[in-house]
């Protein structure tokens, strides 16, 4: 992997500047050096050009993505993040152009809620996105239902933070009501859970969401990092695939 300067000095150092140029601790908040290494390969992988990401921070995830599509041969990377200023200080928007990026990336400073849907109705489709915004279920959820119409067939998605229940409620929300739209990318796990690891992490999951049975199960069953990457295989027609307009199926 190809590093750019200011990700190698913010991994040196543990911090980011802010536009005063004062210090400040980039981590735990700031996707670690495996993490964003496991990104930059994906989107590598996926070969595309127009990359999405919700949640920006400090903007260290927007810095591997912007390092992949520039050894790609280019492109261009979306960003949406309500809490740039509020919360980030502007550092994440600031770090891109730091590292001269600044021409193939873009922010929006709105709720993902707002942006998505008027990203859809400009026709916009993605080959890679990376959800990590607001963790609340209801919300990544939402980022998820749109996620799936930008997203090009063949196009990928991560899916950040597998420690939390909400993500894992998530992948079973995708893996019961979009199979066969999504196949897990296996590349990015660390392989097949078998025996007592199974079920210890299967219990950990039931342990943290009691009632999130089949969500526990599906994490259990993988080397899950901190990461699940879903391969889009086709579009979700709701009249070819669910039966009924009032389909529902538990997850």
């Not at 400040?24 to 992988?45: M, Q, W």
């Not at 810095?63 to 200080?89: E, R, S």
Request: overall charge negative; charged content about 25%.
């Amino acid at each position: 992997m190809m590093i750019n300067t200011v990700l190698e000095e913010i991994y040196r150092t543990e911090k980011v500047l802010d536009p005063e140029g004062t210090p400040k601790d980039a981590f735990p908040v700031s996707l670690s050096r495996s993490d964003g290494e496991a990104l930059y390969d994906v989107v590598t992988h996926t070969n595309g050009s127009r990359t999405l990401e919700v949640g920006l921070a400090y903007g260290i995830s927007a810095l591997h993505i912007l390092q992949a599509l520039q050894d790609n041969g280019g492109g261009a990377h979306t960003a949406v993040d309500p809490y740039q200023q509020k919360w980030w200080n502007g550092i994440g928007v600031l770090n891109v152009k730091r590292a001269g990026l600044q021409d193939i990336f873009r922010c929006f400073v709105e709720p993902s809620y707002m942006v998505l849907p008027r990203l859809l109705g400009d026709k916009e489709r993605y080959d890679f996105i990376f959800i990590d915004g607001n963790h609340r279920f209801e919300f990544s959820l939402l980022d998820f239902f749109y996620t799936d119409r930008l997203l090009q067939t063949g196009g990928r998605i991560m899916l950040h933070d597998t420690w939390m229940p909400s993500i894992r409620k998530l992948f079973s929300f995708i893996d019961t009501n979009r199979r066969g739209c999504y196949r897990l990318d296996t590349r990015f796990c660390g392989g097949n859970r078998t025996g007592s690891d199974r079920w210890r992490a299967f219990a950990q999951a039931l342990k943290a969401s009691p009632l999130d049975i089949h969500a526990a199960r599906l994490y259990a069953a993988h080397y899950f990092h901190n990461y699940i990457v879903l391969e889009k295989i086709q579009e979700h027609d709701p009249e070819k695939i669910d039966a009924e307009w009032n389909f529902y199926a538990a997850f």
